[in-house]
């Protein structure tokens, strides 16, 4: 989502950081000799997430929904803002990237050649930083993939063209550059109403994401992918279907995301609940619990792309400012929204 205006993050990032301190130590006491073969391939991958951390989003440029990244306000991406946040001490960064007004017609679905060589700078410039970097599919998701159930060989046929040509345009670069296939999947644009049905196209385009990247060559043939379930939600039926589909791809190199904006009613500010209370604390612990009980305990590393606080206690247009207003790592003092919503961590 890359947005939202924060109401106060400190308690939150205290207690998702202890939290996942503590899945850490966890994940460490719970091998055996028995899952030894397994633990092997997994923990090469959960290293590589653990090196990861901590992150940041640079949103709300590349994925901004306009004419060029400087439609939502931010200026141009400079190689000084890159190298500023690697002194700063993160060590990856996301890129999210939405493509829409940037692929040509059917049936090729050419990614204009100015667009692809812009990412690759921006990506460029983060791997001389020597930071890991994660690019995407971003607004897509809702612009155009959610209406896959009624044009499902058109959005197919597009999704494959746009990721068979980041794959050879990337086929190359290091490892410490990982693809997420898609941000935050949803059908509701396109009348989906059955989640059966949603989590169907879901693991149809997972699996093509996949098979896309897996056979381009080069160092695609091994490079992390990111997979995320229906809406990159932690809910538990849903981050259940991802785990099903991660399996079925025998894959050793593949990472699963959620991106986490709960405890709702806290979040928002409705309901009473303003303070960081019982009712919030649970939620955290309860969310964790279960996407580490579902990944982390059996060898698949977890990224939380996302997380933050929302800001509809003032009024809907704090979402977009929150978009808008700031790329600056924490600490920082806000000009527009949410300082912290641009910050990510990382599962350990």
């Known amino acids: 989502m890359l947005k939202r205006r924060p109401v106060s993050l400190l308690s939150l990032t205290l207690a998702i950081t202890l939290l996942l301190s503590t899945f850490g130590s966890l994940a460490a006491a719970a091998e055996s000799d028995e899952q030894a073969p397994q633990a ?116 197919l046929a597009r999704y494959n063209a746009i990721w068979t040509q980041i794959a050879q345009r990337f086929k190359d670069k290091p490892d410490k550059l990982m693809f997420e296939s898609i941000n935050e999947p949803r059908f509701t644009e396109g009348g989906t109403t059955n989640e059966a049905k949603a989590n169907q196209m879901l693991q149809e385009l997972n699996v093509s994401f996949h098979k896309i990247v897996r056979a381009s060559g080069g160092k695609n043939a091994t ?80 990224i939380v792309g996302e997380f933050g606080l929302l800001g509809f206690d003032k009024n809907t247009g704090v979402i977009e400012q929150g978009e808008k207003g700031l790329r600056k790592p924490l600490p920082f003092q806000p000009t527009s929204g949410a300082a912290s919503l641009l910050r990510w961590r990382l599962f350990i």
């Open 40 to 155: 092997t391939a997994a923990s090469s991958m959960q290293s590589y997430v653990e090196a990861m951390q901590p992150g940041w989003n640079l949103g709300n440029s590349l994925d901004a929904v306009g004419a060029d990244e400087t439609a939502w306000g931010n200026p141009r991406i400079t190689q000084a803002l890159i190298q500023q946040i690697a002194a700063q001490g993160y060590k990856s960064i996301r890129i999210p990237v939405t493509w829409d007004k940037h692929i040509g017609a059917a049936p090729n679905y050419t990614v204009e050649s100015a667009y692809m060589n812009r990412v690759e700078e921006v990506v460029r410039w983060a791997l001389d930083a020597n930071l890991y970097v994660m690019i995407n599919v971003h607004h897509d998701s809702w612009m155009w993939v959610s209406s896959m159930e009624p044009k499902h060989d058109e959005v």
């Open 223 to 302: 490079r992390p992918l990111v997979l995320p379930g229906l809406d990159t939600s932690p809910a538990q039926n849903k981050i259940n279907e991802l785990y099903n589909t991660m399996t079925k791809l025998k894959d050793p190199n593949l990472i699963a995301t959620v991106h986490y904006y709960g405890y709702w009613p806290f979040s928002v500010n409705i309901a009473g609940h303003t303070t960081f209370d019982t009712d919030t604390k649970n939620d955290i612990i309860q969310t964790f619990d279960n996407v580490y009980n579902t990944f982390v305990a059996k060898g698949i590393p977890v």
